[in-house]
């Protein structure tokens, strides 16, 4: 149990220890759905949903709670992200393909957004035990203990899925890429702590992304649309962004988009 004061960590660790991880490595076949090839559901993510969303509507009657799975029922929801007075999203267990197959590389996320701005963050890892925190002007934490930036690798080291890089010139001088986790509330860690230097995430959405947008950001980064607009609460219909705690990294990357379908 990570000591904390953080009454929205104590949260997130007390839902996934009482429906995410007595799942672990313990799912059954009527536990798992594919909402399409690929991309699971399980009953841990729809409980945890359900029971994080009910406790913040408790606290903060009349916000808005945009989860994951309420959002692929419902994506009319994630437009209130830009102009709410206060919202969430909730990312019930990021990457529950992961969670399937038995890789402790699984995350529960939440972002606290005030009228457009993303306020504070929270990633907990269950199987890791590890809590980053980020509150906007006050730093991130690990574990309570506050973080710095690490320079970046030159040439710098990327990270993001493979198919990805089909959308990068090969003579850009990128490092050889460390590769995906699967997993945002992974990647964005890995930024932090300097081993790998951006990521680069096609078709991203807010769940995943939001909360790792503050924690980069308060180390001095970005998160940028390959349009060169920044990312944000109210961005729609996004193609992709780079993420980066080298803000100027961030928009050179993001500035050498080329993907295969523009020509």
Known sequence: MVDTHDDILEL????????????????????IDEKSPG???TVADRESEKLLTAALLARNPGCLVVGEEASYADPSIREGLGVADLAYTVDPVDGTGNFVKGSPDYAVMIAEIRRSEVTRSWIWQPEAG?????????GVTCNGEPMTRVEAHRPARAGGASRVWQCFDSADGFAE????????GFDYPQLLR????FFVYRRPMPWDHLP?????RELGGATVQV???????GSQRVQAICASTDAGLA????????PPEAH
């Open 177 to 184: 890429p460390v590769g995906s986790n699967f997993c945002a």
């Open 251 to 258: 928009d050179d990357v993001a500035g050498r988009w080329d």
């Open 194 to 197: 300097g081993e790998a230097d």
């Open 212 to 216: 790792g947008l503050l924690m980069v």
């Open 12 to 31: 997130m660790v007390e839902v996934a220890d009482r429906v995410i991880r007595p799942g672990f490595r313990a799912l059954s076949g009527n536990d």
């Open 39 to 41: 991309d699971y559901v």
């Open 130 to 138: 590890r809590a980053y925190v980020a509150e906007r002007g006050a």
């Open 227 to 233: 349009d060169g607009r920044g990312y944000g609460p």
